[in-house]
């Protein structure tokens, strides 16, 4: 992908561009709602920092891991994340590890924090999937015009699922206004009264789970494992832990409006 500013030195990519609006968005309303329950500014800040920093690393180790037979003979390639490679289950997973381990250390309590971070995060990636378009990835198989038409899309998008010489499916779209979907049905319920610790990580990790299960049927460029999609097994073991979260939230943990 040709970069949109090129000083030389150094090279600004719309893909990176689009990282860090997500990043951004998804971070202020994390600490937003953190605030808004009596957590310190310099803790949840720092917590994001951290949990992004490391999340990035583990999207990119992931996405290596599994694409090993590439980049083993492209060694300098594993550094290029302007040009993609970021799978957001590596970033989920490694991500959620860094915070469980801070959160284990203050004697905070993990499922609150998640339900604050997971409205950011499902933001973050309806943001994100954009910088899939502009990278020409994360589509589906090849389509034809006159279908890409009957949805009715802009122009632009059209225009950019054609790739090399062929109209592909957009699920990066799919995704996109699925997580958007989302975000906003998480924004009309998290202060509703009945909501308890852990509600909106068990939403957030059905929600997202099912989509993916779904949409990564679809995609050409999955991540395998032998004749097994990665991104499905992780995607139906979110949904069960989901499930399994909010069975536990709605048996043992208080609503917000009385553990605040």
């Known amino acids: 992908m040709k970069p949109i500013i090129?000083?030389?030195?150094?090279?600004?990519?719309l893909y990176s561009i689009l990282l860090f609006i997500a990043i951004i968005l998804g971070s202020n309303i994390a600490i937003k709602e953190a605030k808004r329950h009596g957590y310190e500014e310099d803790f949840i800040v720092n917590l994001l920092?951290?949990?992004v920093i490391v999340g990035i690393i583990g999207a990119r180790v992931y996405y290596v891991i599994f694409n090993?037979?590439?980049?083993?003979?492209?060694?300098?390639e594993v550094f290029k994340v302007w040009n993609g490679g970021l799978a957001i289950h590596g970033g989920i997973i490694f991500g959620l590890i860094t915070v469980a381990i801070v959160c284990y250390k203050k004697k905070i309590n993990l499922l609150k924090i998640l339900d604050?971070?997971?409205?950011?995060?499902i933001i973050a990636q309806a943001?994100?999937?954009w910088g899939n378009f502009f990278n020409g990835e994360a589509h589906g198989a090849i389509t034809s015009l006159s279908y890409l038409e009957s949805l009715h899309l802009p122009q632009f998008i059209i225009d950019g699922m054609y790739i090399n010489g062929n109209y592909y499916i957009?699920?990066?779209?799919?995704?996109?206004?699925?997580?958007?979907?989302?975000?906003?049905?998480?924004?009309?319920?998290?202060?509703?009264?009945?909501?308890?610790?852990?509600y909106l990580t068990s939403f957030y990790l059905v929600w997202y789970g099912i989509e993916r299960v779904f949409v990564e049927g679809m995609r050409t460029d999955s991540l395998m494992?032998?004749?097994l999609r990665i991104a499905q097994i992780v995607s139906i073991l979110m949904v069960i832990i989901g499930i399994i979260i909010f069975i536990y939230s709605l048996k043992r943990c208080k609503k917000y409006e009385e553990s605040v």
């Open 6 to 13: 090129d000083l030389g030195i150094i090279e600004v990519h």
């Open 49 to 51: 920092f951290l949990g």
């Open 68 to 76: 090993f037979d590439y980049y083993k003979d492209n060694l300098i």
């Open 116 to 121: 604050y971070l997971v409205v950011g995060l």
């Open 127 to 129: 943001i994100g999937r």
């Open 170 to 198: 957009p699920t990066f779209l799919y995704e996109s206004i699925w997580c958007l979907i989302g975000f906003v049905i998480m924004l009309l319920i998290r202060r509703r009264k009945f909501m308890k610790v852990g």
């Open 225 to 227: 494992l032998f004749s």
